[in-house]
């Protein structure tokens, strides 16, 4: 569905250095400097009816989106491997920074009624996700440099002492998302998730951060937030692959996938996942689906601020 009429159309496609920026009224192609002081004069200069539509390029986006929309305008921040297929579908053959600019805007103009305009996360989003994905890299560098040593012996006390420290590093990260979120007041959030059988410390802190990103209307919403909805792919009477959008955050989707592997030795769980596994699943499938109902009960007890009730309790009572 095409954007509002009486909206003036702009694709700006980011880089570290510059910003070249399409008007689709006037087919203008303009180049700034990825700075604050120049997106903020460039800004002021723009009609405050100007929807701007920008690709999600890891950080580089950021000053351009929070002053735009610090200055009331309508910003569209689009997923990068939606906009690549975009591209395919409307038979683009070349990929310039130009012809990305215009992508975005033509993007933006023909599907605009259907998106949703950026709006700033809370602070405490930022914090925990920056905390998580720094986690997320020192584990897997931690990983990679084990395997790697596992043969070496003349060096083993000094590695050694070394993996203590990045231990030790890992423990001060922690200790450090306990703070943040004490401070946000979202304690009581990450304990209700966290009662859930397979839901460790950190998958509940990502689970509740993504919960307060934004408004879900119900649990589906925030499975497709969290990239863990399917893509349906059926043709007459063919039947195609479902597989994941894997949109969002994928460090989430990880620890998610940790907590099902969990989760599926537990009480609770372990005849669900088995009833999948007995169904012809294959394990990767059957954590898949165990990941999205541990999600759902996560967010069906932080939507109603409820307290997880365990098998044993019910079995109790």
Known sequence: MAMQAGKLIVGADVAKAELVIHHDGSDEVIKLKNSKPDIKRWLKQQPLNTAIAVEATNVYHLDLVELAHGLGFSVYVIDGFQLSNYRKSVGGRVKTDPSDARLLSRFLKNEGEDLRPWSPPPAVYGK?????????????????????????????????????????????????????????????????????EGIGFLTATALVMAFVRGEFKNSDAYIAF????????????????????????????????????????????????????????????????????????????????????????????
């Open 226 to 317: 969290l990239g863990m909805d399917l893509r349906v792919s059926d043709s007459g009477q063919k039947t195609g692959r479902r597989r994941l959008t894997k949109r969002g955050c994928s460090e989430i989707r990880r620890l998610l996938h940790n907590a099902a592997m969990a989760a599926s030795k537990s009480t609770a769980w372990k005849g669900v996942y088995e009833q999948h596994r007995n169904s012809g699943k294959a394990t990767t499938q059957a954590l898949v689906i165990l990941a999205r109902k541990l999600a759902r009960v996560a967010f069906a007890l932080m939507k109603n601020q409820d307290e997880y009730v365990t098998k044993a309790s019910k079995l109790a009572c």
């Open 128 to 196: 925990l996700q920056s905390l998580l994905r720094r986690r997320a890299a020192l584990v897997s560098a931690r990983t990679a440099m084990t395997q790697s040593w596992a043969n070496e012996s003349l060096l083993k006390s000094a590695f050694e002492s070394f993996v203590k420290s990045i231990d030790r590093l890992d423990l001060l990260m922690q200790k450090k998302i306990k703070e943040v979120l004490r401070e946000a007041g979202l304690h009581d959030q990450v304990a209700r998730c966290q009662a859930v």
